[in-house]
């Protein structure tokens, strides 16, 4: 069904009588309230709609509808029209998702070809923007800031070069290493995931390379380490920055030679693994500092991927609300998956979100629990945020570090002091915590 919006109807069934001829199932609405109604209640194939609405002629009435429409219907193709052929209004409305822009009078060919191609390329909501199938799984969002990744990451995925991907906590690092493992020659050997935040010193080895029967107490039997279950894939080590200098040492040459010797054993072994780290830490201040090895970085770092934070990916944020809410709602015995208002989107939008994307899913997931209706509104999730310092009402109020500073604090006061259950509510490693702690002289 393709939905006709403007408030002149001869021009609306002109329209139909074209599209009638064409073979397509035709809907109408003559104001953007109608239009908003139409598109909740049923899905469009495509959109047709007027860029201006009563007496204005500025097309900001329909570039307000637009990004509405948007919002409810994110993989519906728009075709926007005007009788004012403005090219800065053409510019503004394609920033804000539409497909293609045509001006009054129309031609019918043209028209119906730009209706028919744009059909023919519509996308799922969910889809990540590309074309590898399975690749990019879990990955949602459309804005430029997350497409540089994904192009960075088709370009370097074939290779063998080591990645080394950066951004804060919870951007979703641990997707994009599994993206480049399933687009990599190594799709059909393992994905080993290590975080090194986790590894105390003293059982490094142990766990990377393994040991052998009688390596110290307790060590009744042979044991492969994460290095040695990697062989023919690649391994995943995030938190890198956690590891102290030994470590550093150790990780260094299995890096550099591709062999290690168990723990217990004077038996070198030789692995083919692809490497790629993560982590939320400043390595270059790190170095700088004496704290983490400059050949370390540079060995880790031959191609670096930076994961843009939530709150510079404002156009993804609701296609990522209504993907959590259609993953979580099954698991609740909902039988509708629960739909975001145009005004809880917005604000969505304008929340900082220090804790990324893992703190919007959680967010999602307790609106839809606890919400209890089929179409949540800003209500719903002002109920869910609470006295949160991090989510005020004037979520502008304050500099990221203030935000941060009170986000932390609370964790902590909410965890009884407990610096473990803290970093778990924050998405934390306990030694990301310290550091962020020690910032701000808590």
Request: hydrophobic share 45%; glycine share 10%; net charge negative.
């Amino acid at each position: 069904m393709i939905l006709i919006i403007d408030d002149d109807r001869s021009l609306v069934g002109a329209l139909r009588a074209l599209l009638d001829r064409a073979g397509y199932e035709v809907a109408t609405a003559f104001s953007p309230d109608e239009a908003i109604n139409v598109v909740r209640r049923a899905e469009p194939r495509l959109v047709l709609m007027d860029m201006n609405f009563g007496i204005g002629t500025s097309g900001e009435d329909g570039l307000a509808l637009l990004r509405q429409v948007r919002i409810f219907r994110p993989d519906v193709p728009v075709i926007l029209m005007t009788a004012w052929g403005n090219i800065d209004l053409a510019v503004a409305g394609m920033r804000a998702g539409a497909c293609d822009f045509i001006t009054k009078p129309w031609d019918n060919r043209r028209l119906l070809s730009s209706i028919a191609d744009a059909i023919s390329l519509r996308k799922p909501a969910a889809e990540a923007c590309c074309d590898d199938g399975d690749a990019f799984e879990g990955i949602v969002g459309r804005s430029e800031a997350l497409r540089g990744v994904l192009d960075t990451v088709r370009r370097v995925a074939p290779t063998s070069a080591p990645v080394l991907i950066t951004g804060e906590s919870g951007t979703g690092k641990e997707l994009v290493a599994r993206a480049i493992h399933r687009l990599s020659p190594r799709s059909d050997g393992p994905f080993v995931q290590v975080n090194l935040g986790g590894i105390p010193a003293s059982l490094f080895e142990s766990e990377m390379f393994g040991h052998v029967r009688g390596a110290f107490t307790g060590a009744l039997a042979d044991r492969t380490g994460r290095f040695g279950a990697a062989d023919g894939g690649t391994i995943f080590l995030d938190e890198i920055g956690e590891l102290d200098a030994a470590s550093q040492v150790k990780m260094l040459r299995v890096l550099q030679e591709q062999t290690f010797e168990p723990l217990g054993s004077s038996r070198t072994r030789r692995v083919d693994v692809r490497v790629v780290c993560a982590t939320n830490a400043d390595l270059p201040a790190m170095v700088a500092s004496g704290t983490f090895r400059e050949d370390l970085y540079y060995r880790i770092n031959l191609v670096g991927i930076h994961m843009p934070p939530l709150r510079s990916r404002g156009g993804d944020i609701a296609l990522l609300a209504s993907h959590f809410a259609a993953a979580v709602a099954p698991e609740y015995g909902l039988a509708k998956v629960p739909e975001f208002t145009a005004d809880a989107c917005r604000l969505l939008e304008s929340l900082p979100f220090p804790g990324n994307i893992r703190e919007l899913k959680n967010l999602v997931e307790r609106t839809v629990l606890l919400g209890g209706s089929d179409v949540l509104t800003a209500e719903h999730l002002r109920a869910c945020l609470g006295e949160s310092a991090t989510h005020k009402a004037d979520v502008t109020a304050g500099t990221l570090d203030e935000i941060e500073r009170a986000r932390v604090e609370k964790a902590l006061r909410d965890a009884g002091g407990n610096i473990s259950r803290a970093a778990v509510e924050l998405g934390l490693s306990r030694g990301a915590l310290y550091r962020r702690m020690e910032k701000y002289g808590l």
